[in-house]
């Protein structure tokens, strides 16, 4: 039931019971009025005394009016404020309110969790944004890089094939200074001489030389081909160090290539151009009354000799390395990015060989990629993918430097036998003054 229904049932037999109280309490409440008027006139009367009758009437008036006040602030406030104005219009308008306020707090709450979760959610999809925006910047090789990783990929076993070069040319002139058998040197110096010669008359005499005079002498050919020849038994430069790659493989078996037969050519015309004489077997026997014997000591300087001029060879042998045939995976491209340069391809082709050598390929990846222009304007790059091409130029000029490593540990080996035959010298000059030292007059 509402409030308004228990009110109008509860009204009416409330208004009759304050009636009835009413009627039964006022002459007891004269009575005491007239008592307390007769103390106060009169403080020896005993008995009631009669007042005038307005009196009276006043007395009653007073009363009446204070008990109807009274009970009219009294129904006033259960009716009207308890009942009438608190219940059924006060209290229900301030549980409406209250209401409506948990509601619209709520309601704003909710708003300010949507617009929260939205700013999350934005400026989560903001950071996905931006690490994708970087990894495509980051992750996004530029074509530069993969034009070095593509030069350099066959360099490694390019580097192998002349260091293996590098041995079997040590190895052969080894073995001529030594003269084993199945080489022009078997036989020591005249055998040498007569091969060599053989092969100046045949390959490598130009007729033009001693004044236009050598055609009694010279057997060579005249063709183009045969001209291109001429004189690269002794020319260092032309043989070797112009071209970047020597079509040379000392690891195939067969005959051997034109350029081969240079090298070797040269390397004996450099280094041991008289080979030592070949000691009787017979002289190199051991005498059970002698520790060593002369033959066997000369054996042995010889062999120091031979060990000093590998040294020296060394050099020629390692530059020759870098020169040889290496691999042929990069050569397509290195063609193609000398074609870019201005080189004709044909030329290029030729310049570069059918399989790059270790020079070669060092010399596109050191020099000549920085020739062109497009590596600086295409600097102007992504910062991950520029910082991506100094790491790569770094590499590289790590590699350079070993190689001028190598270099140097050569020139001091070069240095040290130059010191170490002065001073072979000063001890020669040394022994002979101890030799001519006159002890018997002592």
């Known amino acids: ?30 009575k005491r009025a007239e008592a307390v008027i007769c103390c106060v006139s009169c403080c020896s009367c005993l008995t009631d005394v009669l007042l005038p009758d307005d009196i009276t009437m006043w ?126 040197a078997f036989g020591g110096d ?12 045949s390959v490598f005499c130009d007729r033009r030389d001693n004044n236009d005079s050598l055609d009694l002498l010279c057997t060579s050919p005249t063709t183009a081909a045969g001209r291109e020849r001429y004189n690269k038994d002794i020319d260092f430069p032309r043989t070797i160090m112009h071209p970047f790659t020597v079509t040379a493989n000392f690891t195939n078996a067969g005959p051997a290539t034109p350029q081969e037969e240079e090298i070797v050519a040269l390397a004996s015309n450099l280094y041991g151009y008289e080979t030592f004489f070949r000691p009787d077997p017979q002289a190199l026997a051991n005498e059970p009354a002698r520790q060593v014997t002369g033959a066997q000591q000369a054996y042995i300087d010889m062999r120091a000799r031979v060990a000093q001029m590998s040294v020296a060879e060394n050099s020629f042998n390692a530059i020759v390395g870098m020169k040889v045939e290496g ?70 000029g790590l590699i350079q430097k070993f190689d001028m490593l190598k270099s140097y540990l050569r020139t001091e080996a070069s240095l040290s036998i130059l010191l170490e035959l002065a001073v072979d010298e000063l001890q020669s000059e040394i022994e002979d003054a101890i030799d001519t030292v006159d002890t018997s007059k002592q």
């Open 1 to 30: 039931m509402s409030l308004s229904k228990i009110n109008k049932i509860l009204k009416k037999p409330i208004l009759t019971i304050l009636f009835v109280i009413f009627l039964c309490t006022a002459p007891f409440t004269v």
């Open 327 to 396: 691999t042929a995976g990069s050569r397509t491209f290195m063609e193609a990015f000398l074609q870019q340069l201005g080189v004709p391809a044909a030329e290029a082709t030729a310049l570069l060989g059918n399989n790059p050598s270790y020079e070669a390929q060092m010399e596109i990846l050191t020099k000549k990629a920085y020739q062109d222009p497009r590596f600086y304007t295409n600097l102007y790059d992504k910062p991950a993918n520029v910082e991506r091409k100094g790491a790569a130029m770094q590499a590289i």
């Open 190 to 201: 005249r055998t040498d001489m007569v091969n060599r010669v053989e092969q100046f008359r």
């Open 59 to 184: 007395i009653e008036n007073w009363i009446n009016i204070n008990l109807h006040i009274f009970i009219q602030l009294t129904l006033h406030r259960i009716f009207f404020f308890d009942w009438e104005f608190w219940q059924q219009n006060l209290l229900p308008a301030m549980m409406a309110m209250a209401e409506q306020l948990s509601a619209v707090a709520m309601q704003q709450m909710t708003i300010i969790g949507t617009f929260l979760d939205a700013q999350e959610q934005l400026e989560t999809q903001r950071l996905f944004q931006q690490l994708m925006a970087r990894a495509h910047k980051d992750y996004h090789p530029s074509i530069e890089m993969c034009e070095v990783g593509t030069r350099i990929k066959s360099l490694a076993s390019s580097e192998r094939m002349g260091e293996l070069a590098t041995l079997i040319l040590s190895q052969r002139a080894q073995d001529r200074a030594f003269g084993n058998s199945n080489v022009a």
